[in-house]
């Protein structure tokens, strides 16, 4: 959204107070991310660790090869991972995003640093999930993903399959299963619950909080790993705090910016893995990534956040 260059690099007024911290053990979660290290989050099917703040393709990487739009992607790309992030989601559904990726990625010499989650998208059967996957490690230039997620619920059970048989070859390391909407939560919950994969991908923001109800505590009960989309409620929120100046307390916990405050919002929930904003702008990358350091929010920071959001 164009809303949102107002507030790249908003400061927040400095105002006296004292800190909302009031336990020892919420002071223990708040300083997760230390000053000098992005806030990690470990993925409970394995233990591995991964950075909380990483970035998503649809709409940002669906451009013209050659085009400026292509060329600021690979800033896009160096300062994510000079920022310290590697999750990039992405999907075969999302036009030519998968297209452009691989090569910037390839060009760069980037591939491993990255942790590539891509789906199985809108395919019927084990033959055609089979054919959609080989077409996506050929546009990503890769031979094998760390995530290969069922988009959207789409044919799941064959889909959930294929996927598990694709991570006992050793071509996916983790699966998934994706969805977007609140109206999908219940749905999305209740398969989760029954196939338990490695990760859940689910719409959650200041705005949009449904997921808190059950999805994030069956993934805490039962070991699964989290990705955040639409963080900013696809940009909505920049005009619901329009003209609004940062909470007076946001300067103490590192946040200079409203997108900032959304993204440390949702990582604010433990059962939160990685949020992925997606951007096409250097700019708006070095400003999402800010959210990955510093103190995560109080309770009593995020219900203020809650008010002021509207």
Not at 1 to 28: D, E, V
Not at 33 to 41: T, V
Not at 93 to 106: I, R
Not at 160 to 173: D, N, P, S
Request: proline share 5%; with cysteine.
């Amino acid at each position: 959204m164009s809303t949102r260059r107002q507030f790249i690099g908003q400061s927040s007024a400095l105002l006296a107070g004292t800190a909302l911290f009031s336990s020892s053990s919420w002071m223990s979660l708040a300083s997760a991310a230390s000053e000098g290290e992005m806030l990690r989050r470990t993925i409970p099917s394995s233990g591995e660790s991964v950075p909380a703040i990483g970035m998503g393709t649809s709409g940002s990487f669906e451009v013209t090869p050659g085009s400026p739009q292509y060329q600021a992607l690979k800033e896009v790309l160096r300062r994510f991972f000079d920022g310290g992030g590697t999750i990039i989601d992405t999907a075969p559904t999302y036009s030519n995003a998968e297209d452009v990726l691989g090569p910037l990625l390839d060009e760069a010499k980037l591939r491993p640093k990255a942790f590539i989650a891509t789906k199985l998208s809108g395919v019927s059967g084990r033959a055609e999930g089979l054919a959609q996957f080989q077409k996506s490690l050929k546009s990503l230039r890769t031979d094998k993903v760390e995530l290969l997620q069922v988009h959207n619920l789409g044919d799941w059970k064959t889909q959930l399959a294929v996927a598990r048989e694709l991570k006992e070859q050793g071509k996916v390391k983790y699966t998934g299963i994706t969805h977007y909407l609140d109206s999908a939560h219940d749905q999305l919950a209740d398969v989760v619950q029954e196939t338990k994969p490695d990760f859940l991908q689910i719409n959650y923001s200041v705005t949009n909080r449904g997921a808190e109800r059950r999805l994030f505590p069956m993934a805490q009960e039962l070991g699964i790993a989290v990705l955040a989309n639409r963080n900013f409620n696809d940009g909505r929120m920049f005009n619901q705090v329009k003209g609004k100046a940062l909470p007076g307390w946001a300067a103490e916990v590192g946040i200079t910016s409203w997108a900032q405050m959304f993204l440390k919002f949702c990582l604010s929930h433990e059962a939160v893995t990685a949020v992925i904003p997606a951007t096409g702008k250097p700019d708006r990358q070095s400003d999402n990534l800010k959210a990955g350091f510093g103190p995560l929010l109080t309770p009593a920071q995020k219900k203020e956040v809650i008010e002021l959001v509207g």
